[in-house]
């Protein structure tokens, strides 16, 4: 088991940056691929970034150039730095993870029931 909890969500004004963290405990797979989700009301939850055991990271259209994903696997924890917010209504980012995920990239599309282990989520607002 694998259980993931994320942390950094928050408000913050249009064209500024948040970063959200993703701390892993429990059993350690060597070949988990992880990604960041979101979901706001009303809305599908979508793939935003993904980072493959390899290393390899894939992300959302509307998000690139502005949203790196990263792991500091001393620390077991995934990171999503998010630049340049644009205002869009609230959504809760989750971090999620398992092995055998393949692709592990969000085109074609990350699928939700590929992932066996889910955080919590923390909420990310971006007012004018």
């Known amino acids: 088991q694998v259980q993931l909890a994320e942390s950094g969500g ?3 004004q249009v064209g500024g940056s948040l970063r959200l963290s993703c701390t892993a405990s429990g059993e350690t797979y060597s070949e988990l691929c992880m990604a960041w989700f979101r979901e706001a009301p009303g809305k599908e939850r979508e793939g935003v970034a993904s980072f493959d055991a390899d290393g ?9 150039g ?3 994903v990263s792991k500091d696997n001393a ?4 990171f999503l730095q ?3 917010l644009k205002f869009e209504a609230p959504a809760v980012y989750y ?7 393949f692709p592990c990239t969000v085109d074609p599309g990350l699928r939700q029931g590929d992932f066996g282990y889910w955080g919590q ?5 971006v007012s004018s």
């Open 95 to 101: 971090c999620a993870a398992d092995e055998g995920v």
């Open 66 to 68: 502005r949203f790196t």
């Open 82 to 84: 998010m630049n340049s």
């Open 56 to 64: 390899s990271t894939t992300y959302a259209n509307s998000v690139k």
């Open 10 to 12: 928050g408000s913050v």
């Open 121 to 125: 989520g923390t909420q990310v607002a």
């Open 75 to 78: 620390k077991n924890t995934l």
